[in-house]
């Protein structure tokens, strides 16, 4: 078998150059290698990167019998999530774990949400004073961590839910510049040399954020009468098709991943759009006069369909998708991608920020211009910000239904102004791509 070219320095500094530096180093690579192409990293198998409309449609419609990808994903830093989260399961576990999960995330649920997104918008927004620049990304944090947290758990009153959020920060702030996240994929780096050490500091937060979440647990397993509405009661309720109950240890993975994935993605979905509409004053005149016809007390409903405002979030989304590479697949039959016939065992990774690249799609695509939303419908292979096929994020809609409420809900009741017209980058973060260091004022 003949794998794609790709580049030839050793798998340390591919390694190294993908961890600290991913979007110059994927952007040259497909500029020397096209749609496709090999990526050796240090310690795993040849990867294979494919980032064309029509390998994307290859991957997500394949047969589930044709690739693993728990297993797949299993090869990256499992420290956060541990080992029995439904993105590491396979087959028929996976199907049924996801579809216990799924009415957590839609239909009515996300409706009883939309008043808890807009409080929680507003009592932040209490904390920005007239005049004075605060962080634009840590308003955004404390705002959808917060929410996930009442999500998830139902309230965030008590000092143990503070303790959560406090911790939970502090576990992903310890993780989040590139030099530090190098930690997370080089198992010979994580040593506990006790509490002043990086990982040691890492394992004693992570040890903390165990402890409040099983204790939680078991609180509700102990009393069914506390059982509610929230995530985790659905999900301590919820049965496979033996009647069998998720486990402890299951329950507190899957939590670990909603935490990460309901809070860092988000906050850093929205900073990122709250730049580009304060940015360009043409995108800003248009989607206030759009809110403007919502009048007073719109639902959130009206809010959530307003075609403009949809544009302006999947723009953010493609432009700097959170999370720039889809899940790791390992073939598990022959298969054939762009010409390139692969064997089983070959790790195949969908790249979602290259497909976000394609000029073809998206011409000029390093330009903010939402209305290529409005102009034409792109498929589920061709804006891929939350991957595809049965590997989708279970919390795609939430998260835009969140994104959507939480922005018009900020630029609805005050006027905000960036300070100065210093570029805003995207860096490394823990688990994403975040804007450098953001402010804005109020004006």
């Not at 719109?298 to 405002?309: E, F, G, Q, V």
């Not at 762009?338 to 976000?356: E, K, R, V």
């Not at 000029?359 to 061709?382: K, V």
């Not at 960036?418 to 804005?440: E, G, H």
């Amino acid at each position: 078998m003949k794998f794609p070219d790709g580049p030839k320095t050793p798998a340390l500094l591919q390694s190294i150059n993908i961890i600290v530096n991913p979007l110059n180093y994927l952007e040259d690579c497909a500029k020397r290698y096209g749609d496709i192409f090999t990526i050796r990293f240090l310690n795993y198998p040849p990867t294979v990167f494919v980032s064309h409309p029509q390998a994307m449609k290859t991957i997500f419609t394949a047969n589930p019998q044709t690739f693993k990808t728990g297993e797949a994903m299993k090869e990256l830093p499992t420290t956060f999530s541990g080992e029995n989260a439904l993105i590491l399961l396979d087959g028929d576990l996976h199907k049924h774990r996801k579809k216990m999960l799924m009415p957590a995330f839609h239909g009515e649920r996300m409706r009883a949400y939309s008043q808890l997104i807009c409080d929680i918008t507003k009592q932040q927004m209490t904390q920005w004073k007239k005049g004075e620049q605060f962080h634009v990304q840590g308003s955004m944090q404390d705002i959808s961590l917060q929410f996930i947290i009442r999500a998830i758990f139902g309230v965030n009153e008590e000092a143990s839910f503070q303790q959560l959020k406090q911790t939970f920060i502090s576990l992903l702030n310890l993780m989040s510049s590139p030099l530090t996240s190098i930690v997370l994929y080089f198992h010979a780096l994580q040593q506990d040399w006790g509490p002043w050490s990086l990982w040691g500091r890492f394992v004693r937060l992570r040890q903390q954020v165990d402890e409040i979440i099983y204790a939680e647990i078991k609180r509700r397993r102990d009393n069914p009468a506390l059982l509610g509405e929230d995530i985790l009661s659905l999900m301590i309720k919820a049965r496979d098709e033996q009647g069998e109950p998720i486990k402890d240890v299951e329950l507190r993975d899957d939590l670990m991943i909603l935490l990460i994935g309901g809070h860092e993605t988000t906050s850093m979905s929205i900073t990122w759009a709250l730049y580009w509409i304060h940015r360009l004053p043409k995108v800003y005149q248009k989607l206030m006069a759009e809110l403007d016809t919502l009048g007073d007390n719109p639902d959130s409903s009206a809010i959530t369909k307003l075609p403009y405002l949809n544009a302006v979030c999947h723009e953010t989304l493609r432009i700097y998708p959170p999370t720039i590479l889809g899940a790791y697949r390992i073939a598990q039959k022959p298969i054939e991608i762009m010409g390139y016939h692969f064997d089983p065992g070959t790790f195949i990774l969908p790249c979602i920020y290259l497909t976000h690249r394609q000029e073809d799609l998206y011409p000029e695509p390093n330009h903010f211009r939402p209305e290529r939303f409005l102009e034409r419908q792109f498929s589920a292979y061709e804006f891929v910000a939350f991957g595809g096929g049965s590997r989708r994020c279970i919390g795609y809609a939430l998260s835009l239904f969140e994104m959507k409420l939480i922005l018009a809900t900020i630029l609805t009741n005050l006027k905000l102004a960036l300070p100065d017209n210093r570029v805003i980058k995207p860096v490394r973060s823990a688990f994403t791509i975040a804007p450098s260091p953001m402010y804005m004022i109020t004006a």
